[in-house]
């Protein structure tokens, strides 16, 4: 699992203040959201791959997932175009495919991939520890900041402790199949793992307890807001400028 494959570079998107990239990342992403038009979603598109082109972000490596995310959307180009009303364009037996249909299932699919090219061209190019920080700028309440460090933390150490486990059951010539032992088996694997995890938390708290943990990580990387930061901010509010405008103006200026 590598949840931080785009985090490191040397672009000046990598080297901006997390919590300056959170607000310019919500408030487009909230613009674009909210859009109903055509025109102003694609705006934002456009805009969205400048940032990644200013973030050096490999294309190749946005293939596949942007494959995952693209699964969602289809799904809705499979129901959406015989589900909602309006004018028929053509029928497959007694379907009938709507213009509309059509229309909103293309708004999903652009929107979709706006905002996630737009999280990774922000978001993603930030570790999660130093978002994690970012978010204790911006006020959030430290048990949530807490919540996502140590999630990320030790999700890592739980795969680990469950694949050890497994690896135990295979050599001990487990072999998986449709039985009441497999099922057992994989229910004592779980189950190991949850006591496992509960143990090392345990094991976690008291060290940091012994250590004098007041309840609040203390960054070894603090970046204080550069002008290049506010450039960055004001580049994001610009595109949400003119992703609502054109939104307001009826999807045409």
């Known amino acids: 699992m590598n949840f931080e494959q785009w985090a490191e570079g040397s672009s000046i998107l990598h080297g901006a203040s997390p919590h300056i990239k959170l607000i310019g990342a919500l408030c487009f992403c909230f613009a674009v959201a909210s859009c109903q038009h055509m025109q102003p979603v694609l705006a934002g598109l456009v805009l969205a791959c400048v940032g990644l082109l200013l973030a050096q972000i490999p294309l190749g490596s946005l293939y596949k997932r942007l494959f995952l995310v693209n699964i969602f959307t289809l799904v809705c180009w499979l129901t959406l175009p015989v589900t909602v009303p309006g004018t028929a364009i053509t029928h497959l037996g007694f379907l009938s495919i709507s213009r509309e249909g059509i229309d909103m299932a293309l708004l999903i699919t652009v929107k979709t991939n706006t905002l996630v090219l737009m999280f990774i061209t922000l978001i993603a190019t930030s570790s999660v520890a130093d978002l994690g920080h970012g978010l204790q700028r911006l006020k959030v309440p430290p048990k949530l900041c807490l919540l996502l460090l140590f999630s990320y933390r030790y999700i890592f150490v739980i795969h680990a402790e469950y694949?050890?486990?497994?690896?135990?059951?295979?050599?001990?010539?487990f072999k998986p199949t449709t039985s009441s032992h497999t099922y057992r088996t994989y229910g004592n694997l779980l189950g190991m793992t949850l006591v496992k995890g509960w143990q090392r938390a345990r094991r976690v708290q008291q060290a940091m307890l012994l250590r004098g943990f007041s309840g609040e990580f203390i960054s070894l990387h603090?970046?204080?807001?550069?002008?290049?930061?506010?450039?960055?901010?004001?580049?994001?509010?610009?595109?949400?400028?003119?992703?609502?405008?054109?939104?307001?103006?009826?999807?045409?200026?």
Do not use: N, Q
């Open 163 to 173: 694949k050890r486990l497994k690896r135990a059951a295979l050599f001990r010539s």
């Open 222 to 253: 603090s970046r204080d807001v550069r002008p290049a930061d506010w450039l960055i901010l004001a580049g994001a509010l610009c595109s949400t400028f003119i992703v609502l405008v054109l939104e307001y103006s009826g999807g045409a200026l």
